[in-house]
């Protein structure tokens, strides 16, 4: 008699159609993977928002000087820009889920490493493995929200609420940095990092759904040679600022830079899938965008970088009213921001460019003017009320002339430079502004106040140095507007384009765009 008990290969085979079943329906939930991946989103920008405004207290915890102290920005901005191309190669490659969980785990081991640092050291080599996370799962974030939501109001439903994590998380950052920072610990600011990490983790592959691997092959020797040629020539400059110009490992670190990035192109141009594909910087319009951004954020990232420590320790401020008093910057950028995209196709992406350029470089040079007996209402707020109108005008025109007439095989890469630019530009400027501040600080020692006591003197060298550095900055500032002014070249688009977004589509990104300024350049936002 045939048994009506199945023979076991029938039943295992049923037991894995069946889970695969169940995990196929679990992982049908686009609601639950779009929470997932804000979780993870808001997760990255806390610890951008959070870790700048401890920076004075970390500073002291552990012994950091002014110059060394950039390098807990910069550790992040160069492993995070230099990789982050990679970062999205190696998702399409390998698969978009299983990059992204890598990612995200070293991300929350780094964070959990660098809380309990006890050494500057230490915590450097943490935030550089923060960056290289962060690289590795960035990409693959936005990646898979999109692809969770087809074209129309789901997706313009999903991007307007991941741009809000973006925009609040960042603001949210500001102050929780400032309550953590004044009640608690700095290393708290690294340590909210691991629950959040740990139940993304858990969470995540139940409801993420692998993408279909592409074949393809990963640029490594690129992406270490520009990482390395940023990175040295980035520790040059900051190197200069403590040991001048004709020290050997200042000279070493440039001699090391310019063989290394050297070398950088001629992989790329001979690489038969380049992680950088040269041709992107064929077109004038594109390749004077790129400068562009480099010098904006470059000028951002010292902004912010020395204002503050200027609030903290110049006027006073506790870190959570340090972390308060940056929100009508934020609060500005983001309503202009929206404006872009109705103003973009009645007066064109190069005079919109323009005319945001140009409170940037008056805020740029209201700081340079500076001093001890300098308020917040008279010296900051005011540029950072500037700041906030000219780059939420700016930046959405420039993001549209970076990936404008791009092939459709180099979009990812295109958009990738855009961030990639930001980490660099971001990188780059701080450390020559680290570096003008340096000298300047140590020619403004040499002439010190008549009658003034430690704290006056150390005021006064403080911000004598950093109006220097501002100076600089505004210099920045000011180039970008004569690139755009006589560089740049854009083609009027069609009166009636086919395929224009929606409105709410446009605002979405107009959104994102003023968020991933305010997060990528790390930014107390």
Request: some cysteine.
């Amino acid at each position: 008699m045939p048994s009506s008990v199945p023979s076991p290969s029938v039943s295992s085979a049923s037991v894995r159609t069946s889970g695969l079943r169940a995990a196929a329906r679990r992982r049908q939930r686009p609601g639950i993977t779009l929470a997932v991946m804000l979780c993870a989103q808001l997760m990255i920008v806390l610890d951008l928002s959070v870790v700048n405004i401890a920076l004075p207290t970390i500073a002291h915890g552990l012994h950091f000087s002014p110059a060394s102290l950039s390098w807990v920005l910069n550790a992040y901005a160069l492993t995070f820009g230099g990789l982050l191309l990679l970062g999205g190669r190696a998702g399409d490659i390998l698969g978009r889920r299983r990059v992204f969980l890598a990612g995200l785990a070293l991300f929350t081991a780094a964070s959990l490493a660098g809380g309990l640092s006890t050494s500057a050291g230490l915590l450097l080599t943490a935030r550089a493995l923060q960056g290289v996370g962060g690289a590795i799962a960035t990409p693959a974030v936005l990646a898979i929200i999109i692809s969770g939501f087809p074209d129309g109001r789901e997706r313009t439903r999903a991007l307007s609420l991941f741009t809000a994590v973006i925009m609040g998380g960042s603001s949210l950052g500001l102050v929780l940095g400032g309550v953590i920072t004044e009640w608690f610990s700095w290393r708290w600011v690294l340590f909210i990092n691991v629950p959040i990490g740990i139940a993304v983790l858990l969470i995540g592959p139940m409801f993420i759904a692998e993408s279909p691997r592409q074949p393809g092959r990963l640029d490594l020797a690129g992406a270490l040679t520009s990482t390395a040629g940023v990175a040295a020539l980035v520790y040059g400059f900051i190197r200069a600022s403590s040991d001048g110009w004709g020290d050997t490992g200042t000279l070493a670190s440039f001699g090391a830079a310019v063989v290394l990035l050297a070398a950088f192109v001629t992989i790329e141009s001979r690489a038969a899938q380049p992680i950088t594909p040269l041709r992107l910087f064929t077109d004038r319009s594109r390749a004077a965008s790129y400068v562009v951004r480099l010098l904006l954020v470059a000028g951002m990232f010292g902004m912010f970088f020395f204002l503050t420590q200027f609030v903290q320790e110049v006027l006073g401020l506790s870190p959570l009213l340090a972390g308060v008093s940056f929100l009508p910057m934020t609060a500005m950028l983001f309503g202009v921001s929206r404006l872009a995209p109705v103003l973009l196709p009645r007066f064109g992406a190069r005079r919109l460019m323009l005319a945001g350029l140009v409170p940037v470089v008056t805020g740029m040079a209201w700081l340079s003017q500076l001093s001890p007996s300098s308020t917040y209402l008279s010296g900051v707020l005011g540029p950072m009320l500037l700041f906030g109108a000219g780059m939420g005008v700016v930046f959405v025109p420039l993001t549209m002339t970076s990936l404008s007439g791009v092939a459709p095989e180099d979009s990812g890469s295109a958009a990738s430079m855009v961030n990639v630019m930001q980490q660099v530009g971001g990188a780059l400027g701080l450390a020559i502004l680290v570096t003008v501040f340096g000298s300047a600080s140590r020619a403004a020692a040499r002439h010190p106040l008549l009658h003034a006591g430690p704290v006056a003197q150390a005021h006064d060298i403080l911000t004598r140095g950093m109006a220097t550095s501002f100076r600089v900055a505004a210099a920045f500032d000011l180039a970008a507007l004569l690139i755009v002014a006589l560089v740049i070249k854009i083609r009027q688009p069609s009166p009636v384009p086919v395929t224009a977004p929606s409105p709410a589509l446009a605002a979405a990104a107009a959104d994102a765009e003023a968020g991933s300024i305010l997060a990528d350049v790390g930014d107390p936002i």
